[in-house]
């Protein structure tokens, strides 16, 4: 095995540097200095654009949502409810406005079927409203939320459709509403 001799390597250093002279060896060096920054700065620059990407990536983030409010007591809880009730004594009105909204969907309508309830114990008056509807698909969705955009106290609490045959583009459809009422105005409720 042969020892490695420093003073020996260092000899050779000299008598190449001394064969290729001051302007190769200079060029040499650069060359060898070069490399070595490179080697340095590829990794540095690589993290770099990571970083970038990452800060790039948050920028592009929507911004967090706004705090919530607080949450309402059940007594405002209640007041509320009471306070979006419907009056009671305006219930054929509430009908009316369903038949407007069918036709304005393009609907026809047949005779419904009402029905009236009172909860003493909420102290509320429910009319349940079911109605056979024929039309598109759509136009019978659509009638559906314009009735509960109209009649914000209403609930659609059935809807189910039926198609004769498959090439027929109308159906029909059953749908049941529940409007909510009370029997005192606005102010005076509990």
Known sequence: MKEFNV???????RLGAARLGPLACGALLLCVAGAAALA???PQRALQQRQHAVVVGLAALPPPPAPLPPPVSANENLALFYDVLGEQRYAEQQVKTLFGLASKAGLSLSQGEYKSSYDKHAHVHAYQVTLPVKGSYNAIWQFGLLAL???????????????DNIGNANVEARMRLTIYLSDQPPGERS
Request: no cysteine; net charge positive.
């Open 7 to 13: 003073g020996a390597l260092m000899l050779r250093v």
């Open 40 to 42: 340095w700065l590829l």
């Open 149 to 163: 955009r109209a009649i914000p106290f209403a609930s659609l609490d059935e809807i189910s459709f039926k198609r």
